[in-house]
């Protein structure tokens, strides 16, 4: 699952990729190996997705008990054990990559609005496309 430069996800197509995959993932018995991470250029934008996606699953709010969905930015963290779906700013994900190379605790990464801050995006995606493996 790849996007090209210049288009933008919505959060219902985020939400419906999480949906069917988690349930593809959950029928082979490997739903806990999912981990999905999808960076938003700007704080606002990853804590207010992950509100929408919780409000769509039905759950209280991010990162609470057990959660699908969650966010991280700067110095805020919302997550469970439970999160599956993890929002973050594209400076989160550079800095999960300077300590795991090879994220090895992320099934997929997400990168959305490639267009809006093109600099570091490049950069990351780079980083990304070297250092991740399919994990199934």
Do not use: W
Not at 64 to 69: E, H, K, Y
């Amino acid at each position: 699952f790849r996007i090209t430069p210049g288009e933008v996800l919505m959060t219902k197509c985020i939400f419906n990729f999480y949906l069917h995959h988690i349930q593809d993932l959950i029928e082979q018995g490997q739903g806990s190996r999912c981990n999905i991470i999808c960076t938003e250029p700007r704080r606002i934008s990853a804590t207010s997705l992950a509100s929408r996606v919780c409000q769509e699953l039905g759950e209280t709010g991010p990162g609470l008990q057990d959660s699908l969905c969650g966010y991280q930015i700067r110095m805020e963290v919302k997550r469970s054990r439970c999160t599956r779906l993890l929002y973050c700013t594209t400076g989160v994900l550079l800095r999960k990559l300077q300590q795991d190379p090879s994220l090895s605790d992320v099934s997929h990464v997400i990168v959305d609005e490639v267009n809006k801050s093109l600099a570091d995006i490049c950069v990351h995606v780079y980083v990304v496309e070297l250092s991740l493996e399919p994990p199934f």
